[in-house]
């Protein structure tokens, strides 16, 4: 149970994909910085920046990743040496990283990435031909932990009628939260 405190700036943090602050986390050391998304979200919340890649150990730059489907099981290899696979890595860090998430109260992921993608990741065959879209691998493990937790892809927070309705459903997901 939270301490039931009135919701302010500094009492609700929600976690945001780390390249869509002004930080050079990506594969290619671009970021997807979105200041408007940024400082819109920066009057309400605390942001929590984090990108699981970097923070699983892999290097700025590296090599690009994708999602692959082998026998029904999705693997992150490398999308131009298919010998590179970070699937365990990724997938043993983002369970043990959202264990310590239990102080969001909502997330911004970046869409189409192999670990933050909300059903927009395109997911391959071992021909490199597309199959399917799904979710990144670091959401998978998060909404697996957290199934309620209002999650958004910074892309589909461009409008202001979507921002507010994220905020509300952050703030009433909060609220639910104190109510256990």
């Known amino acids: 149970m939270r301490n039931n405190k009135v919701m302010k700036k500094d009492n609700i943090c929600i976690g945001i994909s780390q390249c869509l602050t002004n930080s050079i986390v990506r594969y290619d050391e671009k ?12 009057q309400y919340f605390k942001l929590n920046p984090i990108c699981p890649e970097v923070e699983c150990g892999l290097s700025v730059p590296r090599p690009a990743v994708e999602l692959v489907n082998e026998n029904n099981r999705i693997k992150v290899i490398g999308r131009d040496d298919k010998t590179l696979d970070v699937t365990d890595k990724l997938i043993n860090y983002s369970k043990e ?3 310590a998430l239990s102080g969001l109260s909502g997330y911004v992921f970046k869409s189409r990435s192999p670990s933050c993608g909300i059903g927009s990741t395109p997911i391959f065959n071992l021909n490199g ?10 959401v998978t493990a998060l909404l697996s932990q957290y199934p309620k937790m209002p999650v958004a892809e910074g892309e589909s927070l461009e409008s202001e009628t979507a921002r507010n309705e994220f905020v509300q459903m952050v703030f009433a997901y909060e609220q639910s939260e104190q109510d256990v």
């Open 129 to 138: 031909e597309q199959q399917d879209y799904g979710n990144g691998v670091f």
């Open 97 to 99: 990283k959202v264990k």
């Open 31 to 42: 970021n997807k910085y979105n200041k408007d998304l940024i400082v819109y979200l920066s």
